[in-house]
């Protein structure tokens, strides 16, 4: 008995830590912590909601994790909240917690700290802070010292795509959807309050722009619970909210249990309840609910009717936008006027429309009119209705000047609408019948005995509707949906009880004017009326409007010599007489003849030459589908590139394409299929055999430039397999053509979208982020790890595609240049690229290199941060390009280099400065002595040498830099350029250079060093002003100490100090060949017992501006010229 009073308890025991260890609470502490693989979740206190990760895995083998909410049990699992919808924590991080941080903010972090989200509340360091999941699914933040009624913060005023009951809306909460279903990102649509809209309605925003507004929710019971679920919020201040203002009554109170109101990825907005027979989620009410719902769907003076399959029309008087104009889509008015005799107004009913722009009291309909008439064409339309003001006028007329969206006929609360129209454009003749509502009723046909042909008179239009019948032969009246002038056509809407059989006896009945073109069972009929014949009239006035007519009996009769053309409705001028006609015959016949003759000459040379091309093409034909992927040998053949050898075009697998071929997969080059137009011609979109996508590449035939494109891209992009470079599928020559195809990028250029405000704010950060490397990653592999090593020259945000991923894919190599061997820099007297993305040294003096690409990328990786283009960037007067902006939006830095910096130069201390004088000493060494190329700078200046971590000097900015081929040491040029107070004596004067140019520039620098000061605007005297004057007179007077920098303070070894600054004098002594070369100088730096010469004077060089400008001259025995500003390096 006693053992089974053990086992009991043991079990009992058992039971309860269980219970303890695998259920789960609804409140979490400080110190507490959910982690990513966790299964103790917070759950709330009626088990309605669970809080915890869930994983989403989407199109891709990765699995993320998000924290969020979602109902406890329910199958498929329904999120409700998500935390860290733009930052999930990858699967492989496990160790992803929810905890509430040190400073009283709820966090998500994972290794190393790493933040995925925070609530971002004030800090505040307690450890009496709690969070709790409350049974409505609001998960909130307590302090417990203020009480546990007083939230510190809570989700239910930061929700992500869905609005639960007990939910309080406001203007600052907002619901957006997700990017897909398995993506809870911020999509592109939001449910919030109308903006700018002081009756607190509601409305759904498509990036920004207004998709739907909910103007009405209380047409039916279910949008009436949906009311009642927004209806106690407030609005704007302190105002509650009433739709239309009504007051809705229901006569029982709705259970709001499991349910809930969703905005969606597609943009459609969901009430949803939980259906807990059928387990599963019943769609209540959902909106839009058409098309017609939707903001602006057809566009200015464009209206949609929910009620027939037609879409969109024009109202009458208008015309449909052509295709591919700025304003859009929607209509134009036919013509303009205001004469007051030529235009009249359209009368339409139940129209639903906007809000109009005025309102005005008036006594009459005919005063609201006459002030919209004197209003032309400011004037578009007027509405005159009863007012509720008080003891103000009961009549109000409400006047739009704007052009009308958003049109919808056939509203149940829909108004009267006049819309003011030119007479001419609804009634072009005078026996044209007046449009009936939005319905154009073209000649003949008719709707009365006054207007139309009789024979056409089946039609019968309802003035208070605005719908247009038609009466077929057997008595049977239906509801005309569409009548278009131009095919001659009318859509009749039927039910099932018509017979699609019986449209034969209406087409066999007597002056019956209408065939059946087509009908559709259970929808409708397509009717076509014959042309008209004469018009009728009954008086010789009624022939007035068809000219060269004349009333005989019942009809206007074309007068001698017309006839009547039914086809445009006129009297025609009529053949000649037969004698006349003979004559021309014979003169025709006898042309005719002889140009057969000549024709059929013509024909037989053509055809024999066809012939042969035609076995040409055969033979050509078989050559290429043997050798498809055989195009090294064939790119060589048809252009002519000889300076590639054969080693350098092995593995070019390109197929050659005939022309043919893809003109048929360009549907002829249709404007439809038109991508878009580049420097050197259009580019197409193709669809070949199979599906698969080709953007095509044409190149214009008289353009030359074009041609060498054609060249480089065919064996560049070909010998290039990169992700990040575009991939080209193959190329076409036949003839004058030359085409090129490369893979199709659905989503175009970067530009479209960075430049673009509608579509900048789809690329978030991570996108941009990935893009950036893209690029950096495809100019990586052209400059470095390509077989062939390639300058781009013209990298810019339109030459960079993206795939359906937003993969970036660098594209157009039409200026691309090849670098052979450890080439990495050339010149060209022929500059090309584009403005704004051009290094200055390549576009000032034909100067390119690898860092020209780097300067290219830095240009573009600017526009994509910033959102701006670098050409027509207008911060400010002082600032016209990106470049020199230093700051983005939202307050980001950037880093902006400064020559000197007097709060950093105590950092230099004495062994740092000398490791960076001989560091200088030995890069010049190697460029003038030891690399295989030996190169003289021209630009060597502080601002040039760069400083990497470690504080290793590089040069840097080889823009002017000079290669010396064989035993050459100096050269003359009538083109200085270079950068005032470091260019050499003779240089500057005479345009001579030499290594020892770069020498001269060696001890202003070293100087400069030493002392802590530039040589351009040095002003120690009025006598000295040039530090390399300055540093010659304390020599002379033996104070070379005193040139010391004073923040280098006890650091200073004097005597190396000393032999710097004596290496400097001798550097930059007058004459040439003086000074040491920079063997020598790096001899005395490293030797510390050397006998040092004795330098002689430099040259001082007096100038009154003081200019820190770069010098330019074409003409060296004359003045210089300076450029615009002083040449900092990059």
């Not at 129209?421 to 046909?445: F, M, N, Q, W």
């Not at 290219?856 to 911060?875: A, H, P």
Request: aromatic share 10%.
């Amino acid at each position: 008995m006693r053992t089974d009073e053990v086992l009991f308890s043991f079990s009992l025991f058992s039971l309860v830590l269980c219970f303890q260890l695998c259920s789960t609470g609804d409140t979490l502490k400080a110190g507490q912590k959910i982690t990513l693989n966790s299964l103790e979740n917070l759950v709330s206190s009626n088990r309605t909601f669970e809080l915890g990760f869930f994983p989403l895995s989407g199109s891709s083998s990765v699995v993320k994790r998000y924290l969020g909410i979602w109902y406890h049990g329910l199958e498929p699992q329904t999120v409700v909240w998500v935390a860290n919808r733009v930052k999930p924590v990858s699967d492989s991080n496990s160790s992803g917690v929810f905890r509430i941080a040190e400073d009283g903010n709820l966090v998500i972090e994972g290794a190393s700290s790493e933040s995925y989200w925070s609530s971002k509340i004030e800090a505040y360091s307690s450890t009496n802070r709690t969070v709790k999941l409350l049974e409505s699914g609001n998960l909130v933040l307590m302090d417990d010292n203020l009480g546990r009624s007083n939230y510190t913060w809570q989700s239910f005023q930061h929700p992500t795509d869905t609005f639960l009951p007990g939910m309080k809306m406001d203007a600052s909460l907002a619901l957006t959807s997700w990017r897909n279903s398995t993506a809870p990102a911020p999509g592109n649509f939001t449910f919030t309050l109308a903006p700018e809209d002081e009756r607190g309605s509601f409305a759904v925003q498509k990036l920004s722009q207004i998709y739907w507004d909910l103007d009405e929710l209380d047409r039916d019971v279910n949008s009436q619970v949906v009311s009642n679920l927004l209806g106690n919020t407030t609005t704007r201040g302190t105002r509650s909210h009433n739709f239309s203002n009504k007051t809705i009554y229901t006569s029982k109170p709705y259970n709001y249990k499991k349910s809930r109101l969703l905005m969606n990825s597609s943009g459609e907005l969901q009430f949803l309840k939980w259906d807990e027979d059928e387990g599963q989620w019943e769609k209540r009410w959902w909106g839009p609910a058409d098309e017609c719902d939707i903001h602006d769907y057809c566009g200015s003076f464009g209206i949609c009717n929910r009620n027939n399959h037609i879409g969109c029309k024009c109202l009458p008087g208008f015309a449909p936008i052509p295709e591919g104009e700025l304003q859009g889509h929607g209509c134009v008015r036919k013509s303009t006027s205001c004469i007051n005799t030529d235009v009249t107004f359209l009368n339409l009913t139940n129209i639903k429309v906007g809000n109009p722009d005025h309102e005005i009291f008036t006594e009459t309909e005919a005063e609201c009119q006459s002030f919209c008439i004197s209003k032309c064409p400011l004037c578009q339309a007027y509405s005159y209705h009863t007012s509720t003001y008080g003891d103000r006028s009961p009549f109000t007329c409400n006047i739009w000047t704007q052009n009308l969206s958003s049109l919808v006929e056939e509203y149940d609360r829909g108004r009267d609408l006049s819309i003011l129209v030119k007479r001419s454009d609804i009634a072009p003749t005078a026996k044209t019948c007046e449009p009936c509502g939005t319905y154009e009723i073209p000649y003949p046909l008719s709707t009365g005995p006054n207007c139309g042909d009789p024979m056409y008179n089946k039609f019968n239009c309802t003035k208070s509707t605005g719908q247009v019948n038609f009466m077929t032969p057997k008595g049977i009246s239906y509801q005309v949906t569409r009548i278009e002038e131009d095919t001659r056509t009318f859509f009749i809407h039927t039910n099932a009880s018509y017979s699609c059989s019986s449209r034969r006896d209406q087409s066999n009945t007597p002056n019956f004017p209408f065939n059946v073109a087509e009908c559709i069972p259970d929808v409708g009929v397509l009717f076509r009326w014959q042309p008209a014949p004469e018009p009728p009239c009954n008086r010789p006035m009624d022939c007035m409007n068809w000219p060269h007519s004349t009333c005989r009996e019942t009809r206007c009769y074309c007068d001698l010599k017309y006839r009547w053309n039914n086809s445009i409705m006129s009297c025609t001028e009529e053949e000649p007489s037969r004698e006349h006609l003979t004559h021309r015959l014979a003169l025709i016949l006898t042309v005719i003849l002889g140009s057969m003759a000549i024709l059929a000459c013509i024909t037989a040379f053509v055809l024999v030459r066809r012939k042969k091309k035609a076995h040409k093409l055969d033979r050509a034909s078989t050559q290429i589908q043997e050798s498809l992927y055989e195009s090294e040998r064939q790119v060589k053949g048809l252009i002519g590139l000889g300076s590639l050898e054969e080693k350098d075009i092995e593995g070019i697998e390109v197929p050659c394409y005939t022309y043919a071929s893809i003109l048929a997969a360009t549907d002829n080059f249709s404007d439809s299929n038109k991508l878009g137009r580049g420097g050197y011609g259009p580019v197409y979109k193709g669809t070949f055999p199979g599906g698969q996508d080709i953007a095509v590449k044409r190149l214009s035939s008289v353009s030359t430039q074009g041609l060498e494109e054609f060249k480089n891209e065919v064996i560049l992009i070909a010998k290039l397999q990169h992700r990040n470079l575009v991939r080209l599928r193959g190329y076409c020559i036949e003839g004058d053509e030359k085409i090129l195809l490369y893979e199709y990028m659905p989503n175009k250029s970067l530009d479209s979208f960075i430049f673009d405000p509608t579509r900048t704010s789809l690329l978030d950060w991570p996108i941009r982020f990935e893009i950036i490397v893209g690029i950096a990653r495809g100019m990586l592999y052209l400059h470095q790890d390509s077989r062939l090593r390639v300058i781009h020259r013209d990298l810019k945000t339109s030459n960079i595609l993206l795939d359906e991923e937003m993969n970036p894919k660098i594209s157009d190599f039409g200026l691309a240049k090849i670098f052979g061997g450890k080439e990495t820099e050339a010149c060209t007297g022929r500059v090309v690229g584009t403005y704004g993305y051009m290094a200055p040294e390549y576009a000032l003096d034909g100067f390119f290199s690898t860092k020209s690409d780097v300067f290219s990328f830095g240009v573009v990786l600017l526009e994509i941060l910033s959102g701006k283009k670098n050409t027509g960037f207008y911060q400010s007067k002082q600032i016209s390009s990106l470049l020199g902006h230093g700051t983005f939006p939202g307050g980001q830095d950037i880093a902006v280099k400064r020559l000197s910096n007097r709060t950093r130069t105590s950092l230099l201390d004495w062994p740092i400065r000398f490791e960076i004088i001989v560091g200088i000493a030995r890069g010049m060494l190697y460029l003038h002595q030891d690399s295989r190329l030996r190169v003289i700078h021209r630009d060597l200046k502080t601002s040039n040498i760069l400083l990497d971590e470690e504080m290793n000097p590089k040069i840097s900015d080889f823009g002017l830099a000079k290669i010396v081929g064989g035993k050459e040491t100096e050269a003359s040029t009538e083109r200085v350029v270079g950068t005032y107070g470091y260019m050499a004596p003779e240089y500057a004067l005479d345009g001579l250079f030499s290594f020892k140019s770069d020498v001269f520039s060696f001890g202003v620098v070293l100087l400069e060093i030493l002392s802590g000061k530039r040589n351009t605007g040095f002003y120690q005297s009025k006598q000295i002003s040039s530090l390399l004057g300055h540093a010659w007179k304390l020599w002379t007077e033996n104070k070379l100490l005193d040139l010391m920098d004073p923040s280098l303070g006890e650091t200073c070894n004097e005597n190396q100090f000393i032999k710097c600054a004596l290496i400097g004098l001798l550097c930059i002594q007058d004459e040439p060949g003086d000074q040491p070369t920079m063997s020598n100088v790096l001899s005395m730096l490293d030797i510390e017992a050397v006998t040092k010469p004795i330098p002689t004077p430099p040259t001082f060089f007096v100038n009154k501006r003081h200019s820190s400008s770069a010098s330019s001259s074409s003409k060296p025995e004359t003045s210089l010229q300076f450029d615009s500003s002083y040449q900092e390096g990059r």
